[in-house]
């Protein structure tokens, strides 16, 4: 095979091993080289009985041909006309013919390589004209890489085949419909809330058609619902014109008026979700859902893929095609957050799918005031695709037909594979990052060219006056009328007293109440029968019969069994226990983490398998034969995409219960963002409760100061208005009924528990089957080893450092004076079991605070502004920068320090 004039000596030895292996195997090749060698071995054998082998120039410029074609599959995205305000940058080689061998004079030419494009045999201008219509106009297209050649074949028939599709009159005037709801709505605002922050979609408002197009289109393929996540940019058009928001309710956003709830805090317009039915121009009705979120960009991505994969497991049968996630992302940002990066990586995984996400990225070129060659290393903003073989559509954003035809292909993908797809929306920002901004600052160029570039709307009424398709005055009566109907809102809106926020999935939630103070003076009875609990830790020990396990396995099960026998229950069977009672009265429980199918610390083994298939049981799906679903996932290494999506999930699940765990407790604060502005703030900004339950391994024994500390500091300085639960237990019962109360109220909140480490095979740390089948979760446990009357010192601690205390005051047999009390929920605080712990041994007694952690970390400064009643006094390691030592001889020391002081002070009582 000749070498073209851009091919290097290693293409065509490349080239030439992928003959080999062809000729080998040709199914060892991808689908373009086959084709291009099967051409060659056509060529070949139909000549070699003519010229001896010999191939004449003619066949030689069909290879040539099918080479230009491959050519513009692969590299024609780079020479497209996508960028409706600036130059594309320059890329070598190019298409032209000279570098693949061809000439000007071929032009003229039949080859029968148009074939290829189906095109039938065609002349080169032809061959050439298709392809720069199909690949380097307004639309380009990266999809070489994709390794399964069905995925590529119907992407190529489905671009190069139909290429541009014609649309009638009556479509053309729908698409200019919504342009026109997307301008005249900007426009109006600008008028009506001058320096009013509303981030303009000016510039982008090709995404209302295409959104439209979308929905449409996947409602024909079957879709019934469509949860969406994107930030602020362009949010208020899409309320107004996609979800059918009411005018009125946006404007009085705009006023800035009063909460009906006084304490309430509210979040800004652009933040709000949303929810509604409606139904297609085809009749079919859909839900479509608007899920909130902050400032912090990208962040709402993975709650959006947990809503979704919620409802395909609960609501829809396992249906992935029923339900759609859109991602609207800008520019800057998904080049530059990396949960972009986790969450593409969850697409394909067993835990997190969602049968493919449909990215737009309504890409500006500037972020802020950041160039687009300053925010990222990569070609493009949406190279972060490629990294799990995603097709990327870009489009200009001024074609707004190419727009619609680019987002029905990539739904119609999407439905197809299940994948992912992403449409790269060039376009450009009106104004500045906000409307009170000044962009030229930092682009004047850019603002300049941008300051007398006709809008979308402008250029497709032109388009269609031109066509015929409509008049201008039809084009004004229609921008009038639109006009009208918004003043006429905005009088509405001028009526309406005060703001009224809801719940952005009410319908889910509409069985629910807000919580309040005395709901938490006492727990509900959370306990089960003694002989339900007895059947039930027997079923989840036993494993199936007639399997090869791991003899270890066969071990622990045993000695599961064995619990249950000697009713001595340790922390992974009472958890399991409380698992297993609520999968059997109904509700699904759902965990997922690094490592959680075993347990970080092997106490779990809720997955087992075979020891010579490796096929996994899961005793806690063969309860009965009528159980609620336990579904238990290891996560990929993510904390902040993972709790994102199982916070998500959890919102589309109240009835059902849902743990993110970490592998160790201070791995937490790789998600603080998701903590931060979701878990502790969300009902506070936006009306919606969530169950999810935080699982943070906590405890000082040695480790380091990476695995010590789930910074409970943290937690508690969040804690407010009753947002959030803070538990740290100390016995397995304890435990039990915690997890079984977050499903046993009417109201949910978030649940964070500080997990043991030391105490999942402690002997003392053990609960009878009796305290299961009893009474409820209990916020504070007093010290069952002593007379009040003989107490003179009350230690108050938490969590394991409890037993530490214990372990010291039996070690030394005295300590009748000390009482041990436990803390076991910080959050809200338990005042009035406090208060009895008081009353029980008197305002006289000496109180004292004592705990494992740094004075400046723990609880401490959280107990010290909370509780009043008495005064305290603190018994702590010294202040510190970091959370733990990293020598586990210097913690003992230090750690015995603490518990030394704590005697010793209790001694100096005495005396």
Known sequence: MDKFSYMSNADVNAIDELYKQYLQDNNAVEEGWRTFFEGFEFARKNYDEVVGGAIPENVQKEFKVINLINAYRSRGHLFTKTNPVRERRKYEPDLDLANFGLESSDLENV???GEEIGIGAATLKDIVAHLEATYCDAIGIEYQYIREPKRLLWLRNNIELKNRPKFDANRKKHILHKLNQASVFEQFLHKKFVGQKRFSLEGGETLIPALDALIEKGAELGAKEFVVGMAHRGRLNVLANIFNKTYDKIFSEFEGKEYEDALFDGDVKYHLGYSCYQKTDKGQEIKMTLTPN?????????????????KIDHVLDGNEKAIVPILIHGDAAIAGQGIVYEVIQMAQLDGYRAGGTVHIVVNNQVGFTT??????SSTYCTDVAKTTLCPVFHVNGDDAEAVVQTIEIAMAYRQEFGRDVFIDLLCYRKYGHNEGDEPKFTQPKLYNIIAKHPSPRVIYLNQLIA???????EGAEMEKLLDDN?????????????????????????????????????????????????ELGTKLSTLPEGKKYFRKIVKLFQDRLDMITNNNLDWGMGEMLAYATLLSEGHSVRISGQDVERGTFSHRHAVVKTEDTEEEIITLNLLQEKQGKFDIYNSLLSEYGVLGFDYGYAFATPNGLTIWEAQFGDFNNGAQIMIDQYIAAAEDKWHTQNGLVMLLPHGYEGQGS?????????????????NIQIANCTTPANYFHLLRRQLKRDFRKPLVVFTPKKLLRYPKAVSTIEELATGSFQEVLDDP???????????????????????????????ENIALVRLEQLYPLPKTQLDAIVDKYGKNAKYIWAQEEPENMGAWSYILR??????LDVIARWESASPATGSPAVHAIRHNRIINEVMQYAKQKVS
Do not use: M
Request: aromatic letters at 8%; one cysteine or more; hydrophobic letters at 35%.
């Open 371 to 376: 160039n687009y060659l300053d925010a990222r």
């Open 111 to 113: 080859f029968q390589a």
């Open 785 to 815: 080893s002593v007379n009040a009357k003989d107490v003179d010192t009350v230690i108050l601690c938490s969590g394991k450092f409890y037993y530490d205390l214990l372990e010291k005051k039996e070690q030394e047999g005295t300590g």
């Open 467 to 473: 066509e015929g398709v409509i008049t201008k005055e």
């Open 706 to 722: 990476e695995h010590s500390s789930a910074r409970l500091e943290r937690f508690l300085q969040l804690c407010g208005d009753l």
């Open 486 to 534: 918004l003043q006429e809102r905005l009088e509405d809106a001028k009526q309406i007293e005060k703001a009224h926020i809801t719940d952005f999935l009410e319908e889910e939630w509409s069985t629910f109440r807000a919580a309040t103070d005395e709901d938490f003076e006492k727990s509900p009875e959370t306990a089960v029968a003694k002989e339900k609990l007895i």
């Open 866 to 871: 909370k509780w009043r009643t008495v005064e």
């Open 294 to 310: 902050p400032s912090h960009l990208e962040t709402v991505n993975p709650v959006v893929e947990g809503i979704t994969r919620a």
